[in-house]
């Protein structure tokens, strides 16, 4: 049975590669009675019907999968986030860092439009690039037209898969098409009234690029805490986790509990007192969810 990788999904075609060829493929009838949607990324086996046609008999076993944008067997995500227009908004970052934490997605920030900014504002961002540096993460800055960005970005593409998510507006398909022109992206204009971007990119496709995949994603606002646990939520702090060990009591939330090495670092301000703020919050929405039946 031939096997390839979906790699783009549109309009109820999934297009496999394998080798050389690019086979366009429906899902079988039966991933719909399990409720089963095959996804970019996926790897599959197809049958042939025809010249360049075909029909996914199977879905290997996925690594991880995202909803929002869907797709699976992600390496890493390089979160964009421009510095200005919209402005950098670090609860937003910080929700998308977590969600990708959950999954075991390793996340790199993309900070565009850096040409933008005032000193101030470079003191400023450049503030929270230390922050994020010192927690572990690896921090790209860029801007439109930056001649540099493929040699910036060509060694940590290659040889993954890598999903490029952000807020709307940020300057993604504009990424995208620096670093490849050929693409041709559709790029959206900010909405001044609304301070985001309008949706531009219309589905989702890895594109090879640099020795790896790159997934260009619809514009989403926000990721979701749906399949976190309040339990599960400290693993993705990372500089919280490490404390978490000190906690005296095991599985210590950060709350109220006496001796928590978490709360005493927040107090004497060795940890950034917005990430303290941004687990709090990010706790209580996961405390007042609905329960699932």
């Known amino acids: 049975m031939p096997n390839g990788q979906i790699r783009k999904a549109l309009s109820g075609f999934y297009y496999v590669k394998d080798g050389e060829k690019q086979i366009q493929c429906r899902g079988r009838g039966v991933f719909r009675n399990k409720g089963i949607t095959p996804l970019v990324g996926d790897h599959v086996e197809y049958e042939v019907e025809g010249n360049n046609d075909g029909t996914i008999t199977a879905i290997d076993s996925r690594k991880n999968e995202l909803v929002r944008p869907p797709i699976a067997n992600i390496d890493q995500a390089i979160l964009v986030f421009s510095t200005t227009e ?20 390793h996340p790199i920030i993309c900070l565009t439009k850096t040409d933008l900014l005032s000193i101030e504002e470079k003191e400023n961002i450049a503030s929270y690039e230390q922050d994020y540096k010192n927690i572990g993460y690896t921090i790209l800055e860029t801007y439109k037209e930056d001649p ?9 593409l290659q040889g993954k898969t890598t999903v490029l998510a952000g807020q709307s507006g940020v300057g993604k398909s504009t990424l995208l098409n620096s670093i490849m022109p050929a693409l041709g992206l559709k790029t959206g204009i900010i909405s001044e009234a609304l301070g985001r971007g309008k949706h531009t990119t219309r589905h989702v496709e890895l594109i090879e690029i640099a020795g790896g995949l790159i997934a260009d994603t619809p514009g989403f606002s926000s990721f979701d805490f749906d399949e976190i646990e309040k339990e599960e939520l400290t693993r993705c ?29 927040y107090e004497s301000g060795s940890i950034k007192s917005y990430r303290y703020e941004h687990y709090l919050q990010f706790l209580q929405e996961i405390m007042d969810r609905k329960p699932r039946y």
């Open 86 to 105: 919209p402005a950098f908004n670090s609860l937003l970052l910080d929700r998308f860092l977590v969600v990708l934490e959950s999954f075991h997605i």
């Open 148 to 156: 540099e960005l493929l040699s910036k970005m060509a060694p940590l």
């Open 237 to 265: 702090f990372p500089e919280l986790d490490e404390l978490s060990e000190r906690c005296k009591f095991r599985g210590c939330l950060h709350l109220k509990e006496p001796k928590c090495a978490v709360k005493e670092a």
